[in-house]
């Protein structure tokens, strides 16, 4: 039987750079392939290719006997649909605005707006999503976003749908309603070509999977047929020693942060805690139980209050302002790279030394003195740049994340709030982070890590706070940080969460 889509020989070069070569590979109808590799490795360039974005360079690309299409359009009218990584909508228009924009039902020359809010929820309770028709999107958390992404190419209908990264902002719930979804769209014969950094998802949900590594396919099988870390490993091209540093005993040194009653209407209501120096503290939670909005505000990016804060220069009882924060050594990692992280059109030193600049109040630029900050940040951290002078919007989203730590870390902070800290980051540069962080408190910094991922919590966290509804729900240490206990109290199923 000839497959859906085909590639034979593909290859992609920018410029002098190559990015694919001589890539093969077949999509069934009915198939969910999945593509794993380490950032930089061609992941979204393949699918860019497949939706039309950008033609290759060589080879021969098919979908059922006929060429690609050549343009976003075509392929769209084709029925290839591709979910980017990034966020493609309008914050100012409203959900289903967003999911019908470009192909807005008409009734009498008008836009049907009742026909819009009506099958947009129909598209929404498919996804499991509460999402109102008619709310803005821009008063929507990143979890909804996403099911508005993923419903608007479900509105179009699609034969092939190309998901880059759709799960990177998911909670495990939206995640088990996205891959119900996808399951019963394949059943009606649809094809899907996804990647992911979570491999174990990758298992529970992919028919194939297809590693790509350095632009080239190391293997295409049964998903069924690898184990996670035999998936790492064709990705990496080595074996992976353990994933998380090995675990120190809970650190007995001196309080640096101290919280009491922290409030931030309407998102979080009475959180108090205590960091300690060499401490790692997790933070857990469900999607909108309060984990970002309360560590903003701690680090003076959102309006709050405290009864008590004490932290190095900062007077107590008094919440910093952003730049007061770093000044004081608090720095914050933000979960949003592009939107509040990164300059997308500067160089990559002047990125990484955002924060030293700001904080030495220079008014000129010491460029060898960037450039040398941003030579140890490629070697520390394994930034794949391609140009010397490349700037961040040109890098995969993986090497975005670490050119974004590396720009944290510079001005040296004594705390440090790192909030997903590897979103769409591939398995061996989330080895290399994990490291820093231990690394980090290993050398006295205190380390706060808020995480969707709970084995990422459990892995590297010496003391776990559980947050729900904008509130502290327990606090766990020892052998009581484990997934179970995480689940209930975050979702109310225990007295502590009371």
Known sequence: MTAFVELR????????????????????????????????????????????????????????????????QSA??????????????????????????????????????????????????????????????????????QMVEVAKAFARNPKLLLMD???????????????????????????????????????????????LRDGRIRHVGPASELTEDEMAALMVGRELSQLYP?????????????????????????????????????????????????????????????????????????????REAWAAGLAYLTEDRKGKGLLLDAGLDENVSLTVGALRGRAWINRAEERGRLDQAVREFDIRRGAPNAIARSLSGGNQQKVLIAKTLASRPDVVIFDEPTRGVDIGSKQQIYRVIAGLAAQGAACVVISSEMQEVIGLAHRVLVMRKGSVAGELTGNDINEGTIVRLAMGLTKEAA
């Open 246 to 322: 090995v675990k120190s005993a809970m650190p007995a040194g001196d309080v640096v942060l101290s919280v009491d009653d922290l409030q931030s209407p309407p998102h979080v209501s009475g959180v108090s805690f205590r960091l300690r120096r060499g401490e790692i503290l997790g933070i857990a939670g469900l999607v909108g139980s309060g984990r970002t909005e309360a560590f903003e505000a701690l680090a003076g990016l959102r309006p709050a209050q405290c009864r008590n804060f004490a932290f190095a220069k900062a007077a107590s009882g008094h919440l910093p302002k952003a």
């Open 76 to 145: 769209e009218n084709a029925g290839i649909v591709l979910i980017h990584q990034e966020f493609c909508l309008a914050p100012d228009l409203t959900v289903g605005e967003n999911i019908f924009i470009g192909r807005e039902p008409r009734r009498h020359l008008l836009v049907d707006y009742p026909k819009i809010h009506r099958d947009s929820r129909l598209l929404l309770d498919a996804l499991g999503s509460s999402a109102d028709p008619r709310a803005k999107l821009s008063g929507l958390p990143n979890t909804e976003w």
């Open 9 to 72: 020989d593909v290859a992609k070069t920018y410029g002098v750079n190559p990015v694919l070569g001589d890539l093969t590979l077949s999509v069934d109808r009915g198939e969910i392939l999945a593509l794993v590799g380490e950032n930089g490795a061609g992941k979204s360039t393949l699918m860019r290719i497949v939706g039309g974005y950008v033609p290759p360079t060589a080879g021969t690309a098919l979908i059922g006997g006929r060429p690609l299409p050549a343009t976003v």
């Open 165 to 211: 990264e759709p799960t990177a902002v998911l909670g495990a719930r939206e995640v088990e309603a996205l891959f119900r979804r996808m399951r019963q769209f394949v059943s009606d014969g649809g094809s899907i070509i996804f990647t992911s950094h979570r491999l174990d998802e990758v298992k529970a949900i992919a028919s194939r999977v297809a590693v």
